[in-house]
Nanobody, 131 residues
Framework: ENQLVESGGGAVEIGGSLILSCTAY????????VGWYRQAPGKRNECELV?????????YHSDPARGRFSISRDAVKGTVNLRMNNLGSGDTAVYYC???????????????????????WGQGTQVTVST
């Protein structure tokens, strides 16, 4: 079974930094594009795109993330990391990573978070930014 596990969340003061990691089980994360998404408090039906690392190495960052966040692969650990700098209260959310590997039978049964569909989502990691 394919799984993703996020780690690195926690509480941080405004202006602080965190590094979130996404680890895959059951498939090789390096073979797939990986997205980071977040759900803010009280907006459980909304899934906001944060950053994407494509399989060709190109990246995309949403407007709130651009200039403050970076996304990269750790080739040694096989993870995809989201480095977040200069965090503000608006960054408080549960952060999820997602990828689109096929199941063992070759099919892709996707689940949705807001506008986005992937076969595999992590359970989320909480980031809380406060004064």
């Amino acid at each position: 079974e394919n799984q993703l596990v996020e780690s690195g969340g926690g509480a941080v003061e405004i202006g602080g930094s965190l590094i979130l990691s996404c680890t895959a089980y059951g498939f090789k994360l390096a073979d797939f594009s990986v997205g980071w998404y977040r759900q803010a408090p009280g907006k459980r039906n909304e899934c906001e795109l944060v950053s994407v690392l494509n399989s060709d190495g190109s990246t995309y960052h949403s407007d709130p993330a651009r200039g403050r966040f970076s996304i990269s692969r750790d080739a040694v650990k096989g993870t995809v990391n989201l480095r977040m700098n200069n965090l503000g209260s608006g960054d408080t959310a549960v952060y999820y990573c997602a990828a689109d590997p096929p199941s063992a039978d070759g099919t892709r049964r996707r689940t949705r978070c807001g506008l986005y569909e992937y076969t595999t989502w992590g359970q989320g990691t909480q980031v809380t930014v406060s004064t």
